[in-house]
């Protein structure tokens, strides 16, 4: 698929403070552009939110960051027209009762709506929908996503797919709109071993085909990855992918989770 070049990321004592106290606080580090970024804490320590302010959803309290060398929160709108969100509980989530084919057209729409160009929206309707089945087919390659081995094809239903498969999907529909940098929460929630891996390579290689990733782990990031830890206390780690070095540091003072998501937009906004 081609994908933008991917956005840098950057954070200098970066903080967000909700209404139950600090969701994080001084998370410090820099990805280049084409990163795979893992955020790895247990829950409850911040990671949603974090992701969220980085990707111009949420306002930071305190810091500085930059994506794809827009500041936040100033470029906040800027930054959200080349990040696109994947899977991320009460914030973008898939509907149950809606098919593989319903999201995908959905998604499709909206897309062509809010980047097309007029000149675009002139064109023939056939060709519009060849367009856009085109770049629906891309973003399902990208991520690995076959609907003729669903149970029901294209007409499955959200519900009935296995949690990988939602993966791929919440992935795919993000790709759509071909953005420089995908955020993807709870990105090893409720996978075995194998299927980690799995959802590991995928996002990994969306990293090697230039876009950068920022995804939320429970478990051990991989070695390769940009690792940004969060958790009660202070903690300190440094992630060596090769070609970055990159130390942060994240104090979480209070027991603000990330169920408390919808708090901290309350308290600090949407910027």
Not at 186 to 193: G, I, N, P, R
Not at 238 to 252: E, M, P, R
Request: charged letters at 25%; a neutral charge; aromatic letters at 2%.
């Amino acid at each position: 698929m081609d994908s933008p070049h991917g956005a840098a990321v950057t954070a200098g004592n970066l903080g967000l403070k909700g209404p139950r106290g600090w969701a994080f606080r001084d998370v410090t580090f820099s990805a280049g552009p084409g990163s795979l970024v893992a955020v790895e804490g247990p829950s409850g320590s911040g990671r949603t939110c974090l992701l969220l302010t980085l990707t111009g959803r949420m306002r930071p309290s305190e810091g500085r960051a930059e994506t794809g060398g827009l500041r936040l929160p100033r470029r906040a709108a800027a930054v959200r027209r080349i990040a696109a969100l994947g899977p991320v509980p009460g914030v973008s989530e898939l509907d149950p009762a809606l098919t593989v084919a319903e999201h995908l057209r959905e998604r499709a729409l909206l897309q062509r709506r809010y980047d097309g160009s007029l000149r675009a929206l002139l064109r023939p309707r056939r060709e519009r929908a060849a367009a856009a089945g085109a770049r629906i087919d891309a973003a399902l390659d990208a991520a690995g996503l076959a609907p003729a081995t669903l149970p029901k094809a294209e007409r499955t239903c959200v519900r009935d797919l296995e949690r990988l498969e939602a993966l791929r999907l919440s992935v795919a529909l993000a790709l759509i709109g071909r953005p420089a940098l995908i955020a993807v929460d709870d990105a090893d929630l409720k996978l075995s071993d194998a299927e980690r891996a799995e959802a590991w390579e995928l996002l990994r290689a969306l990293a090697a085909d230039g876009t950068t990733v920022l995804a939320v782990c429970s478990g051990p990031a991989p070695k390769d990855a940009v690792t940004v830890r969060t958790g009660a206390g202070t903690t300190e780690s440094t992630a060596d992918t090769g070609t970055t070095s990159t130390t942060s540091t994240t104090k979480n003072s209070t027991d603000t989770d990330d169920e408390g998501t919808a708090d901290a937009f309350a308290a600090t906004g949407r910027s």
